[in-house]
């Protein structure tokens, strides 16, 4: 059986803290080229590979996310990707097809059909939409804002308020646009001069700032919101979300979509002013996206039309060769990227 060679990213050890480059190394073995007599598995040509925040907690001892598992030492790193099957033993999947979903972080993939989640029925917008606005953090960001955050229109003559921090990011930078969409007031806060004008002049925020240029958060947030937050989505955690619990308003919704502040913290930051929970009979609500998967023909729906037509605009920070991929990841928690993360390895 023919056998090619097969560059992977692998992760040497457990990892305390933040993940550095020197956590990775880059092998190349080989791979069959045909699938096994027998076999349902679908062989994969990886074209791009997506870098997210949570894979920092699969390089852990610590257990991570529900539904994912941790990452093994001398093995290939796992993540969400688009590719091109080569071969197929499953009847929903013929070579050639276009496909999204769980693969390993090597430039060939052999997979059980379980871990692709959907087929790309969209080709006239670029592959790697499907790691970035049509896939995970799309649907996220749709999911979060619409069926947890539950934005209701006409409440002030302005909309509601919505808060996003780390707002120019993979899932920020469409909340804020869905946002605007719906007529809501929109602030994002980001972590540098660069994105903060991103946010306001590409991305349509009504007005964005610099977190690590306000030495006092709660009054930034007085500052942007004189009336209150309706919608805070959340993704950073520490002291942003004590912040914002000050500044909500009676009936508020807290979207909590990540926390990338605390990842990799030995002792996460406590969290003071939850009382206001009480007090503002405010809901604070976790999601996983996984819980939404039945919506995605609804959201494509939604926003294929509007990519088409421009009222949505998607920012990518592209790399291109695996052999970038660790340098790509790590860049994640010093806001090194600017727009979602993307690793090219091929272009079919």
């Not at 914002?244 to 990799?264: A, K, T």
């Not at 913290?265 to 809901?283: D, K, M």
């Not at 695996?322 to 272009?347: D, M, T, W, Y």
Request: hydrophobic share 40%; glycine share 10%; aromatic share 10%.
């Amino acid at each position: 059986m023919a056998e090619v060679k097969n560059k992977q990213v692998i992760l040497k050890d457990y990892v305390v803290d933040f993940p550095k480059e020197s956590d990775m190394d880059l092998v190349e073995t080989t791979i069959a080229q045909k699938l096994p007599e027998g076999s349902n598995e679908v062989l994969l040509k990886n074209l791009y590979l997506s870098c997210d925040p949570y894979m920092q907690m699969l390089m852990s001892k610590t257990e991570g996310p529900e539904g994912f598992r941790n990452y093994a030492p001398g093995s290939p790193l796992t993540g969400y990707g688009v590719a091109k099957v080569l071969e197929s033993g499953h009847p929903d999947y013929k070579k050639g097809d276009l496909v999204w979903g769980f693969t390993r972080w090597e430039e060939y993939s052999l997979v059980p059909a379980s871990l692709i989640l959907f087929k790309v029925e969209h080709t006239d917008v670029p592959l790697s939409y499907y790691i970035g606005i049509l896939g995970i953090p799309g649907m996220t960001a749709y999911a979060g804002f619409f069926e947890v955050g539950l934005p209701k229109k006409g409440e002030t003559k302005k909309g509601e308020k919505v808060f996003v921090s780390a707002a120019s990011g993979a899932v920020g930078q469409l909340v804020g646009q869905f946002a605007k969409l719906s007529g809501c007031y929109v602030v994002g806060s980001a972590g540098s001069k660069d994105k903060v004008d991103l946010l306001k002049n590409k991305l349509g925020f009504d007005d964005a700032f610099n977190y690590k240029e306000e030495p006092d958060l709660n009054a930034a947030l007085k500052r942007y919101f004189p009336e209150g937050i309706d919608i805070y989505f959340e993704n950073v955690g520490g002291k942003t979300l004590d912040a914002v619990l000050l500044n909500m308003r009676v009936h508020g919704r807290i979207v909590v979509c990540g926390m990338v502040s605390q990842y990799n913290l030995a002792q996460p930051e406590g969290v003071t002013n939850l009382a206001n929970l009480i007090f503002r009979r405010i809901r604070m609500q976790g999601f996983g996206v996984a819980d939404y998967y039945q919506l995605y023909p609804k959201f494509l729906e939604y926003i294929v039309p509007k990519i088409k037509e421009g009222k949505i605009v998607y920012v990518e920070d592209i790399v291109e060769g695996l052999e970038k991929a660790p340098q790509a990841l790590v860049g994640l928690f010093s806001g090194r990227n600017v727009g979602k993360q993307v690793i090219v390895l091929a272009h079919e």
